[in-house]
């Protein structure tokens, strides 16, 4: 459950790391971000049929620290997915987006779906979890193009080590799509 919570996370967290940015393809995160300024959500695994998405975010940055909200869907004892809202904070390194050295994991609140009487508490134990777990030294993640709009995402260590985390696709849209479990 924390494994996949935790991948959730990083998947629509939009943090980006290269091996220190000088493999051939890599764009900056901030790159990203001017380019895909008209286009700011990030939607992580695009399902054209269902028109969803694994996860979606938005990042910003101001003074070196790049926001993140992201959302995410989890299914409740019935089947029917609650969406939640992972609020991030991320270091900018060499282009690349990293879990902060301090800090204390991703601020999670209930948005809708599921259970709405069980979504707060819900995202309390999510938040309690993540918070406990918290790995400053976590992978961050790096921008390749892959197309219009779309890019993969491969996650490595600081070190610009390649991580044991498979890479990802994501896709910009102009708005966000919805989530799904």
Same mark, same amino acid.
């Given at each position: 459950?924390?494994?996949?919570?935790?991948?959730?996370?990083?998947?629509?967290?939009?943090?980006?790391? *290269? /091996?220190?940015?000088?493999? %051939?393809?890599?764009?900056?995160?901030?790159?990203?971000?001017? @380019?895909?300024? &008209?286009?700011?959500? #990030?939607?992580?695994? =695009? @399902?054209?049929?269902?028109?969803?998405? /694994?996860?979606?975010?938005?990042?910003? *940055?101001? +003074?070196?620290?790049?926001?993140?909200?992201?959302?995410?869907?989890?299914? &409740?004892?019935?089947? @029917?997915?609650?969406?939640?809202?992972?609020?991030?904070?991320?270091?900018?390194?060499?282009?690349?987006?990293? $879990?902060?050295?301090?800090? %204390?994991?991703?601020?999670? /609140?209930?948005? /809708?779906?599921?259970? $709405?009487?069980?979504?707060?508490?819900?995202? #309390? %134990? !999510? +938040?309690?979890?993540?918070?406990? *777990?918290? @790995?400053?030294?976590?992978?961050?993640?790096?921008?390749?193009?892959?197309?219009?709009?779309? =890019?993969?995402? #491969?996650?490595?260590?600081?070190?610009? +080590?390649?991580? &044991?985390?498979?890479? !990802?696709?994501?896709?910009?849209?102009? +708005? $966000?799509?919805?989530?799904?479990?």
């Amino acid at each position: 459950m924390m494994k996949n919570i935790r991948c959730a996370l990083l998947a629509t967290a939009g943090v980006w790391v *290269s /091996s220190m940015g000088h493999a %051939q393809g890599f764009v900056s995160v901030l790159q990203v971000m001017d @380019d895909m300024i &008209d286009t700011p959500y #990030e939607c992580a695994d =695009y @399902d054209p049929v269902t028109d969803s998405c /694994s996860g979606v975010s938005l990042m910003y *940055s101001e +003074e070196g620290i790049i926001y993140n909200a992201a959302w995410f869907a989890l299914p &409740d004892a019935n089947g @029917d997915p609650w969406v939640f809202e992972a609020f991030s904070e991320y270091e900018f390194l060499f282009g690349w987006g990293c $879990p902060p050295s301090q800090g %204390q994991g991703a601020g999670i /609140s209930y948005k /809708s779906g599921g259970t $709405p009487e069980l979504g707060a508490q819900y995202a #309390e %134990q !999510i +938040e309690a979890q993540v918070a406990a *777990s918290f @790995d400053p030294f976590a992978p961050c993640a790096g921008y390749y193009p892959a197309g219009p709009r779309q =890019y993969v995402v #491969e996650f490595r260590h600081r070190n610009g +080590e390649l991580a &044991d985390q498979a890479s !990802i696709r994501v896709q910009f849209f102009a +708005e $966000p799509k919805t989530v799904r479990p």
